[in-house]
């Protein structure tokens, strides 16, 4: 057809044609290198599709030929994909294969309650299948395991080699006795211009409550060593009050041998966590994310005065009327969860409290 085009036209609509042939090549290029990037964030584990996307597979597949899907294909082997095209010809794609010889599938009711001992506790398969039998439901260790892989579950060795540890069932049975410790720092304006503010907060693990123990323009030696005294003096310091025996924090060079040393010598272990392990001091780090979110970036503060203010006026919010979601939505002074009525008349108006000008608000309830 190019042919019986004049010459200018030919050597256009060629033009024309290697440029969208390159577009077509880069943008597939593109499109390969996204889906190697979301195949990776794909959990190993065996995909499943449902019969429409089996069909839309088999018809781009045959669509490209069989030796080149080979080279291209990673969601299933092209193997996998020209078997769905053969029945997809024959009619036969998504119908179930017949039940074969063999015991029935276990019920459903009976694989959840596996899922869920092996979820609760750190048991092996031997010790799954005896509560099982304890219940008169008699399943063997084998058929546990078969159950667990089935739901991307690992089970135990009967050894119990591998078993770890998570970090809620320990932060419930050791918390009370942990405190997270660290630095953020504020933006603080004066007559001299800005400077910044270091702060120094501690947080409980178990309650969650918290404490500023420390404002400086200067975290030195000097300042650290004094808060070490503060925080370890009998009666009267937090770390005693609360009855913490270690404190994490970060490799941070400010937590200086000194600071550890008199820490030490109150009673109280200081821990250096593993360097870029952010997610181990999560506790400390959510709380600077509230503080900043709720308050400090809604504010300027004017001189470290100003700074204190806003810090206590939002500690008394934090522990007195913030709902804390791992506390039952309870602040963390609170002495019960808070309950959910089940009918809301007669109860009396809602009414509201704020602080900073409103930057920090609390609604309740007045009395009847």
Excluded at 26 to 47: G, I, K, T, V, W
Excluded at 300 to 309: A, D, N, V
Excluded at 349 to 364: A, D, F, P, S
């Amino acid at each position: 057809m190019l042919n019986d085009l004049p010459l200018m036209l030919r050597i256009l609509a060629a033009t024309v044609l290697a440029k969208q042939n390159r577009a077509l090549l880069a943008e597939l290029a593109f499109l390969r290198a996204e889906n190697s990037y979301y195949r990776r964030l794909l959990p190993a584990q065996r995909l499943t599709f449902t019969l429409a996307w089996r069909r839309r597979f088999a018809e781009a597949g045959a669509a490209i030929g069989w030796t080149r899907l080979k080279k291209i294909c990673t969601v299933a082997s092209a193997k996998t994909i020209q078997r769905w095209h053969q029945a997809l010809k024959k009619g036969l794609l998504g119908q179930s294969r017949k039940q074969g010889p063999g015991r029935p599938r276990t019920d459903a009711e009976t694989e959840t309650l596996i899922v869920r001992m092996r979820t609760e506790n750190d048991w092996g398969i031997h010790r799954i299948s005896g509560e099982l039998l304890k219940l008169k439901i008699k399943r063997c260790p084998q058929t546990v395991a078969n159950i667990l892989r089935r739901h991307v579950i690992e089970p135990l060795d009967p050894n119990g080699e591998g078993r770890t540890s998570t970090w809620k069932p320990f932060i419930a049975a050791h918390g009370h006795e942990i405190a997270a410790t660290d630095f953020f720092t504020v933006d603080v304006w004066s007559w001299l211009g800005k400077t910044t503010a270091y702060v120094l907060f501690a947080i409980h693990l178990a309650t969650r409550k918290v404490e500023i123990l420390g404002v400086t323009e200067h975290p030195d030696e000097a300042f650290m060593k004094q808060i070490a005294r503060n925080v370890t003096m009998d009666d009267v310091g937090w770390l005693k009050r609360i009855g913490a025996k270690y404190l994490i924090h970060d490799h941070d060079t400010k937590f200086c041998e000194s600071f550890v040393m008199l820490l030490k010598t109150g009673g109280v272990e200081a821990i250096k966590l593993p360097p870029n392990s952010p997610n181990l001091n999560a506790f400390a780090e959510r709380w600077v994310r509230s503080v900043k979110s709720d308050c400090l970036r809604k504010i300027t503060c004017l001189g470290f005065g100003g700074l204190g203010r806003a810090l206590s006026e939002y500690m008394v919010h934090y522990h007195a009327e913030r709902p804390h979601q791992s506390l039952g939505n309870a602040p963390p002074d609170a002495q019960a969860p808070v309950q959910q009525p089940d009918d809301q008349a007669g109860m009396g108006k809602i009414g509201c409290q704020t602080r900073l000008g409103g930057v920090l608000k609390h609604y309740y309830r007045e009395a009847a």
